[in-house]
């Protein structure tokens, strides 16, 4: 399924699984398809047979869209067949354009009852941070991959803020019913089903609730035949059942790792670590490598209070990610200091014997004490003083490690 995000930035979030998804949308009053979930094939015939249609759908559980032009949803004409399929499906790696190349191993299949489809639709909701307040994104051109839609035929793609203070109203969601071209039967229904989708949106801190596609059935209801949530993980001490969704073994294990010393990181697909403090630095040591020709390796923001052992920590899960040639240290010295900083990289390079150059540049609380550190230790650092200076030494170092 396509994520379309509006005012999208580097934000912790929690993804879970369709099947979860469903569960959480369920207990708002979204209608969802009756199904169930395995991870052992065998028990696809008495699924399909309790759900007591002529055509169940089996469909692969990955944290990626695009699912379907993969192979990874099938229908099933009989019990037995779903049993087939959950065997192909069920241990098979799934590549999708979400993936990657390397793909996503299958552990379990959702079986969902068959539906006569009259129109598929798309329909989201996310919060805009330009115009600070939800925004619903909907479109008559369900089932389609909506940012391929927005590029080619943005007259498709209707959007409608919700004003925190009183929710989705009534006449916003016929508005958008109708733009859809659903008759007053359905438009009525699309009033309850948004106004679900909002309730669900709002009290679980979710940064992302996709319906793609929201089905119009032959008998006139309307069913998230598919959906995908998102939830802020800064909010998951207060959704204990949503934070038991959470599947690590779909997550990239590096940052699975960075969590667990606090640290925020992003694997990107360059050659270039980034060290920073803040995510407003980060942002902008990313872009100053792109404008001096490089590409970023990751997001890693060690934090304000970063010690020198998750300095040391941060270096290792640097270290980790192959395609790392050369590592830019860009840090302001505020609540962490400049010499911290330098004893938490000293003690790092020694300790993990980093094969890699390292550039630093920081600035801040005793900057002149971390410099005198860092020429002291006799290690192959190279020093900036400003961001300009040190992105375009560190794009020269990481050029000079992929020719050699």
Not at 19 to 45: C, D, M, T, W
Not at 73 to 98: F, N
Not at 158 to 186: C, I, N, S, W, Y
């Amino acid at each position: 399924m396509a994520r379309f995000v509006a005012s999208q930035e580097f934000r912790p979030y929690v993804k879970i699984h369709e099947y979860q998804a469903k569960s959480v949308l369920a207990r708002f009053g979204v209608p969802v398809p009756r199904g169930e979930v395995i991870s052992n094939p065998a028990e696809a015939p008495a699924v399909a047979e309790r759900l007591g249609t002529s055509v169940v759908v089996v469909k692969a559980q990955i944290h990626a869209g695009g699912r379907g032009k993969g192979g990874g949803v099938k229908l099933a004409k009989s019990p037995d067949e779903a049993e087939r399929i959950a065997r192909q499906m069920i241990g098979m790696t799934l590549v999708t354009h979400q993936t990657g190349p390397e793909g996503r191993k299958v552990q379990r299949v959702l079986i969902e009852e068959g539906l006569q489809i009259e129109r598929e639709l798309y329909l989201s909701l996310l919060i805009d941070r330009a115009a600070g307040r939800p925004v619903i994104i909907a479109s008559a051109a369900g089932g389609m991959d909506i940012e391929e839609v927005a590029a080619k035929e943005p007259g498709k793609i209707l959007r409608e803020h919700v004003d925190p203070a009183t929710g989705v109203l009534p006449f916003q969601a016929r508005k958008l019913a109708f733009a859809m071209g659903l008759d007053a039967g359905p438009a009525g229904k699309m009033v309850k089903v948004l106004d679900a989708i909002y309730k669900a949106f709002i009290e679980t801190d979710a940064s992302l609730v996709e319906i793609n596609p929201l089905i119009l059935t032959k008998g006139g209801d309307l069913i998230a035949l598919d959906a995908k949530v998102t939830v802020d993980d800064n909010a998951l001490y207060r959704h204990h059942d949503i934070r038991e969704f959470r599947d690590l073994s779909e997550e990239d294990p590096l940052e699975v790792e960075a969590s667990k010393f606090s640290l925020n990181y992003i694997r990107l697909d360059g050659n270039i670590g980034c060290m920073v403090n803040g995510a407003g630095l980060a942002m902008a040591t990313m872009d100053i490598i792109k404008l001096a020709g490089g590409e970023p390796a990751n997001f890693l923001d060690v934090g304000g209070g970063a010690n020198a052992e998750q300095i040391k920590n941060a270096f290792r899960i640097l270290m980790a990610d192959k395609n790392v040639k050369a590592v830019f240290i860009n840090i302001f010295g505020g609540i962490l200091r400049c010499d911290v900083l330098a004893a938490g990289v000293i003690a790092a390079v020694k300790e993990l014997g980093v094969p890699v150059p390292i550039v630093i540049r920081m600035e801040g609380t005793n900057v002149e004490e971390g410099k005198r550190m860092l020429r002291e230790s006799k290690l192959n650092f190279t020093t900036a003083d400003s961001m300009n200076e040190g992105a375009e030494r560190v794009v020269a170092l990481a050029a000079s490690e992929v020719r050699a």
